[in-house]
């Protein structure tokens, strides 16, 4: 997939976009949606946030689009950093790229990179969203509550990335450097025709010799 520098930040923006998007929903929606319409009394997600003056977060209250600023910017950063050559080194350590199917080998970087990105960004999310405004900060909460994050985040981080987010990103990473991937597929065809001839040249050249 990616080969250089700008391909990985490339791939790795396209992957924070959706990923930051999904999880936003994910944990408005369906982990503290109900609680939200509970306490303001609302019947919809939205108009409960709307009720309470945007999301709970940072000890205030924030417009979604704000939370997505901040998780994008937090994800984008953690990706580039730690998610993806952590992961990659991690899967080499248990598969040869060379010797091993691209399906498998993908399949590894996957789950590495849930393995690594999602206790981390549940650790952001458990100290933005840590209610500070009701009570005093407390250590043991904010492990507890990052536990939490971690138990709802990891089955949903490892079936939408596995199954949904990741060969989405792959499609389109493909549409968009299709030109490079192409011409990459050249080069290893013939780099692949060149050794093939070179034993045929070789024995072409040694007969005459062996006639002699």
């Given amino acids: ?97 060379k010797k091993t199917h691209p399906v498998l080998f993908e399949t590894a970087i996957i789950c590495t990179t849930v393995a690594l990105m999602c206790p981390a960004m549940s650790l952001i999310a458990a100290c933005l969203y840590y209610p500070y405004q009701f009570a005093d900060f407390n250590f043991i909460t904010l492990l507890a509550n990052w536990l939490k994050l971690v138990c709802f985040n990891f089955p949903f981080a490892f079936f939408t990335q596995l199954f949904f987010i990741q060969p989405l990103i792959r499609t389109l990473f493909k549409l968009i450097f299709r030109k490079d991937l192409k011409k990459r597929q050249l080069n290893m065809a013939a780099a692949t025709q060149g050794v093939s001839d070179a034993p045929a040249e070789s024995a072409q050249t040694e007969q005459p010799e062996s006639e002699l």
């Avoid at 939370?67 to 994008?72: Q, T």
């Fill in 1 to 97: 997939m990616p080969r250089n520098l700008f391909q990985r930040m490339i791939f790795a923006l396209l992957t924070v976009i959706v990923t930051v998007h999904a999880y936003v929903f994910f944990s408005l929606y369906v982990v503290n949606g109900s609680t939200f319409m509970a306490s303001t009394g609302e019947t919809g997600v939205l108009a409960a946030i709307d009720a309470m003056g945007g999301v709970p977060a940072c000890g205030t209250f924030l417009p979604i689009w704000a939370i997505i600023l901040i998780e994008f910017a937090f994800a984008y950063l953690l990706e580039c950093v730690m998610g993806s050559p952590c992961s990659f080194r991690l899967a080499c350590k248990v598969f040869d790229p």
